[in-house]
C-alpha cells in the first residue's frame, strides 16, 4: 500500500461485473472491532437508516455466506458485500470512540459525494428523451415507497390515496389537483400525467414525493389528514425552491408530444435495429 493511498481504499474490493464493494469483515477489523457480534449492530443501524432514507437495504447490504478454514475443517461464515454508501452509514454508526472510524468519515462522506456527483454529470449528459424514461421509472419506484409510507400513516384505501396524492400535486402545482393537471396538458382520459412530463418536471415531483416519504417514516406521522397536510406543505417547500431559483413553475413547463410508451418503444426499436445485421453483413457472411 502506498503511503498515499487510503486504508479504506486498500481494502476495496471488484466484483466479477466491475462493481466495487468492501468485506464487511475487513472493514470490521480495519475498525479495530474485535468482536463481530458488536460490528453486527452497527451494521443493523446502518441498514434501518438506510431503509428510513427511502432505499432498500439489500441493494447496497449484500448478505453473502463464505466458506472458511477452521483447522482440519471448514465452516459457513456470515460477510456482507457493502458499497460505499452502506460503508458510509456503517461508520456513522460505528463507535467514535476509535480514532480510524473520524477518518473513516471523511473519506466516505468525501468520495460518497464524488461518487454522486459523477453520477449527476453522467445522468445530466443523458439525451432529454433518456432522461424522461429514467426519471419515469425512478418516480413509479418512489410513489411505490410513497404509497407503503402513506398506508402506515393511515391512508388506508384507494379514494384516501388519491385525495393524500391530490395535496402533493396542489403544493406543488399552486392548488391544482390531479385531474386539473390532466386538463392542462390536453391529455385523453386513460392518459397519465405522469407519462407526459419532461425531465425538469418529473425531477421536481421526484423530490416532492422523496422528501414526503422521508418525512412521514421519520416523523412517523399519524391519521389522514396529517399525512395529507404533510404531502401539501412539501409540495409548497419544492415550489418555493423553484421559484427562489429563477425555475418555470411545473404547471408552466410544455408537455412532450410523446408519452413515455411511446418513448420506450421507439428505444425498444433503435436496440433491435442496432442488434440487426445489415444485408451487406450478410451478403460479406455468405462470402465467406
Avoid at 402545482?173 to 392518459?191: F, M, Q
Avoid at 395529507?228 to 418555470?248: F, M, P, S, W
Wanted: aromatic share 8%; net charge negative.
Amino acid at each position: 500500500m502506498s503511503q498515499h493511498t487510503s486504508p479504506f481504499d486498500a481494502i476495496r474490493r471488484i466484483d466479477e461485473s466491475g462493481n466495487e464493494y468492501w468485506s464487511a469483515r475487513e472493514l470490521s477489523k480495519l475498525l479495530g472491532y474485535k468482536d463481530w457480534r458488536n460490528f453486527t449492530k452497527a451494521i443493523a443501524k446502518a441498514m434501518e437508516a438506510c431503509e428510513q432514507s427511502g432505499r432498500a437495504a439489500s441493494g447496497d447490504f449484500g448478505e453473502v455466506t463464505e466458506i472458511v478454514k477452521a483447522g482440519a475443517t471448514s465452516k459457513p461464515r456470515e460477510d456482507y458485500h457493502l458499497s460505499r454508501y452502506a460503508c458510509y452509514l456503517i461508520i456513522q454508526n460505528a463507535d467514535p470512540s476509535k480514532p480510524i472510524v473520524a477518518l473513516g468519515q471523511t473519506y466516505f462522506a468525501v468520495q460518497t459525494r464524488r461518487q454522486e456527483i459523477a453520477d449527476e454529470l453522467a445522468l445530466a449528459n443523458l439525451p432529454e428523451d433518456q432522461k424522461r424514461i429514467v426519471f419515469r421509472n425512478l418516480m413509479s419506484t418512489y410513489n411505490i415507497r410513497l404509497a407503503e409510507a402513506a398506508q402506515k400513516a393511515g391512508v388506508i384505501d384507494a379514494p384516501a390515496f388519491a385525495t393524500f396524492q391530490d395535496h402533493g400535486y396542489m403544493g406543488l402545482y399552486n392548488g391544482l389537483r390531479e385531474n386539473d393537471i390532466h386538463g392542462r396538458k390536453h391529455l385523453k382520459p386513460r392518459e397519465k400525467i405522469l407519462d407526459y412530463m419532461g425531465s425538469e418536471e418529473l425531477a421536481a415531483n421526484m423530490f416532492r414525493a422523496t422528501q414526503t416519504d422521508a418525512k412521514l417514516r421519520r416523523q412517523g406521522i399519524q391519521g389522514k389528514n396529517e399525512a395529507n397536510q404533510t404531502h401539501l406543505e412539501i409540495g409548497k417547500i419544492v415550489r418555493k425552491a423553484i421559484e427562489e431559483a429563477g425555475g418555470t413553475m411545473p404547471e408552466n413547463l410544455p408537455t412532450p408530444a410523446k408519452s413515455i410508451q411511446e418513448l420506450q418503444r421507439d428505444e425498444q426499436k433503435r436496440i433491435e435495429a442496432e442488434r440487426q445485421p445489415s444485408l451487406f453483413d450478410t451478403l460479406e457472411e455468405e462470402g465467406e
